[in-house]
């Protein structure tokens, strides 16, 4: 699987952004995705994933209630809607997929097979 995250930029606090990630190679179906995000000087942390069926989410407690993670099977997509914004949401964010992590390992950075090449997000105040 290939992913090609997009959608990153420059916003206020406050403002919201849509991240996309488009998958090519395979279907999305039957498949995991995910994102992380790393700050600069800090390391890599989990933001959002779904199960590998679609019907389970799981959330970072930073992104619980603000961010949310969708996807589009036919366009073979993931979507990260993020809405209020603020500095320490400032990161450079991967897109991740793997079609046989199982639930309790989605948070671990270490269990994910395919990564995107990232896309920045800064957040100014």
């Known amino acids: 699987v290939q992913l090609q995250a997009s959608g990153g930029g420059v916003v206020q606090a406050g403002e919201s952004l849509r991240l996309s990630c488009a998958a090519s190679?395979?279907?999305?179906?039957?498949?995991?995705t995910g994102w992380f995000r790393q700050a600069l000087g800090k390391e890599r942390e989990f933001v959002a994933a779904?199960?590998?069926?679609?019907?389970?989410?799981v959330y970072s407690n930073s992104a619980k209630g603000r961010f949310t993670i969708s996807r589009d099977i036919a366009k073979n997509t993931v979507y990260l809607q993020m809405n209020s914004l603020n500095p320490g949401d400032t990161a450079v964010y991967y897109c991740?997929?793997?079609?046989?992590?199982?639930?309790?390992?989605?948070?671990?950075?270490?269990?994910?097979?395919?990564w995107g090449q990232g896309t920045l997000v800064t957040v100014s105040s």
């Open positions: 779904t199960t590998r069926t679609g019907g389970g989410t």
């Open positions: 190679g395979r279907t999305l179906r039957g498949v995991a």
């Open positions: 991740v997929a793997d079609a046989s992590i199982i639930s309790s390992s989605l948070s671990n950075q270490m269990q994910w097979h395919y």
